[in-house]
Structures are given as C-alpha cells and as structure tokens.
C-alpha cells in the first residue's frame, strides 16, 4: 500500500503515524512545503509572553523522528496539482524548482488551514502581522520585544491571548473586533462582561462592534481604519480566524460552501480511497447533528487517528465533536463545550434555553475558596444538553471535558443532576457546581 499524506500539521503526523502502527509495511510518504512539522501554534501567546520552557518543545514530532518511525518525509516540497480520481499528484521541490509526478494506492488531505486576510485597503503593510505558522510566530516574537503599542485584530481566542500576553508585558493594547463584545463566538455576553472587565483593568483599549476598513502606514508605525474611529500603534497583528486550505482538491470533492472537504464517519472523501482530517475538513458537530467547520487540534488529532485506524477497511467512526476548549486571560481559567449561549443556539436553528449559577467551588469553611460562574444550555423539547461554559480564578476547565462527554453521548439535563460526582471539602462541595448548574436547569426546564 502506497499513501501520500499532504501536509504535516497534526492531522496529517497522527495519520501517518497510526497508519504506519496498523499496516507496518505501508509505504507513507508525507509531503511539507515547510522546514517543520506538528508546530503547536496554540502555543504562541505564550511564547510571546515568556511563558515557553524551550521553542523546540512546541513541536512534538520532527522530520527525523517520523523518519525513524518508518515515514518518508519530503519537506519543503510542495503538491502542485493532485487527480484525486487517479490517485496522481505532481509534486515540486521547493529547494531545487524540480518537478516530478506519483500514484499512489490512497491519499490523505491534512493541508489545514490559512489564516482568513480581507481584501481591505493596506493589507499588504510590512507592519502587520499574523498569528498562525511557525515563521509567523518568529516574526512576532522578534518584534514584540522592542514595541510599545500594538493593535490586535480579532477578539476570539487568538486575539484574546494575544492582548492579554502583550499587555502583561506593558504594552499599550487596543483589542478591535466587528462583533459586538470579546468572544462573542465563544462564551455568552456575561461571560465576555467579566472578561471585558479584564481587559480594562489592565489598560487595554476594547474597540468592539467596530469593522476594520482600512490600514496606513505612519513615519512610525500604522494607523487602523474602522467604520467608527481611527487607531495608531506600531504593529498591527491579524488574528480574525482561519479558513480551510483546500483550493488544490475542493473542486474534485463534496464540501461545504467555504470549501471545508465532506467526509463519511469514517473520514472517506467522496471518491474512494481518499481521506480528509483536520482543518482541512468538514466535522460532524454533536450539539447541532450537523456537520459544521470547527479548526481545533484536538479535532485534528483524533481525525487524523481515525484515519489511519480505517486505512484497510471502514471500522471505527468518528464520534462527532463539541468543540470543547478552554484559555485562560488574567489568571481566570474558562471552559467551554458546545453551544455556550442561547442566541449561538437559535443561530444555528435551536429552540434552546440556559440557566447560569454562580457558587464557591469547594465549602466556606475552607481557608480559602473562589467563585465559579457555570451555564448549561439545552434543546428545550428534548431536554438534551448542547453546551456549557465554566469560569473562575480556580481551574474549572476540566469540568468542560465532563460535559463534553455528556452532550457526546446525548445526556439530558436531568440524568446530568444524578449523576455521580464526588465530594472530599479539598476540592468540591457537597453538590459538584456541574451538578448544581444541572439541577437549577432541571428546575427551571
């Protein structure tokens, strides 16, 4: 069996990796345009803030070490032009401009993702910056350490660390974004209150509701066009989100309208023999019981497995995703699983409601304890859960995973309330917070 994997972030290492572990004799080539692979590039607003060991421990695999794991590794080369019906790609060195062409038996399509740049007048400025590959991160951290003032574009995750980092290092932050509060797309408005709050306690300009029109270069930066102000700094960073990176196969297979390849449960393509993971594709999103475009590494990862453990014949399906993630912004920790708010609910054709509660998460007798914010959210004619979002100064996150698991397996709030959790005065009250949350939303359901 000959396989070409195209691209090497996680989906396409974990493929290759898996494949290799369940047909040893496979012949898997791996083909990278880049010098690296499987970079963590959730890492690098940490790094921006001085928060990594080692820059090589953000990468968990390298061309060698899949070398030695039996893969054929071609970096820096790039697959020009693939017929995915024939199995055949044309592929260039990008060292020498060398062409040559293969078939293969299967291909794999981890090509990820790229970041989302709007044609908007000065887009093209030196001064502004992105937050994605591993050459994008050396360019900001080389930057970042000498500048005072910085404009960051986009208020999700990215954005939001990004902001947070820069103005922990003292640097003067202005956070714009065209929706109306600080992750809108990802918590609910109480959540993004008590973060906006944050912001502004830490000297950083929110410019929310504002749509970016424009960029100028200045004698000593860049000025920031919206449809409501003007803003000046000296580097402008874009972190407004990602689209898939599938121009060189859309057009051969089924996708959905921003080209986010289609496939089966068993992470087939289309056409036979073909295989999609990671930001590159399409996932089956648990809360809605659709298939949606959600880029995550965790998504990529398990994707990415999945392939590999179906390479010879379809016999593991993909579980679907809730999305489930988490960041931590000025020592408060947020978790969050599918949909965290009614409106993001009904957005996507949900009759939903939500309950949020507010308690410490372990007894007051305690010498110390802190407070924890925790919302449900739920089809109201099923009782089905379909999200959930969890914020303290304590790490709450892993109850996220907890609800995670319970929207996977389709739990409704009421079986949520009974079920079995824990209580020991070190780290719980007598009723969990994620019990508590259920049960308020059983009594108001």
Partial sequence: MKVAVIGSTHAGVFAAKQIKAEVPDAEVHVFEKNQTVSFLSCGIALWIGDHVSSTERMFYESPESLETQG????????????????KRLKIKNLTNDEMREEQFDKIIITSGSKAVIPPIPGIDSDKIYMSKSWDDANRLKAQ???????????AGYIGAELAEQLSLAGKQITLIDALD????KNVSPKLSEIIARKYEEHGVTLAMNEKVVGFEDTADGIRVKTDRAEYEADIAILGIGFIPNTDLVADQLDTLPNGAIKTD???????????????????????TQAYDYIPLATNAVRQGMLIGRNISQPKVAYPGTQATSAVELYETAIGTTGLT??????????????????????????????????????????????GAEFLSAHDVTQAANVVSVAIENQMTIDQLALSDFFFQPNFSQPINYISSVAMAAVAKA
Avoid: C
């Fill in 341 to 386: 708010s009614v409106a993001n609910a009904e957005a996507k054709g949900i009759s939903a409601d939500a309950v949020t509660i507010e308690e410490d998460y372990r007894p007051d007798f305690m010498l110390s304890t802190e407070r924890v914010v925790a919302s449900l959210v739920w089809e109201k004619e099923t009782r089905r859960i379909i």
């Fill in 144 to 154: 970042t350490e000498d500048v005072k003032r910085a404009i960051v574009i986009g």
């Fill in 265 to 287: 449960k068993y992470m087939q393509t289309s056409l036979p023999d073909v295989y999609a993971a990671g930001d590159a594709s399409a996932v089956f999103y648990n809360p």
């Fill in 71 to 86: 893969i054929q590794m071609h970096m820096q080369t790039e697959v020009t032009q693939a017929d995915l019906t024939d």
């Fill in 181 to 184: 509060r600080v992750l809108a």
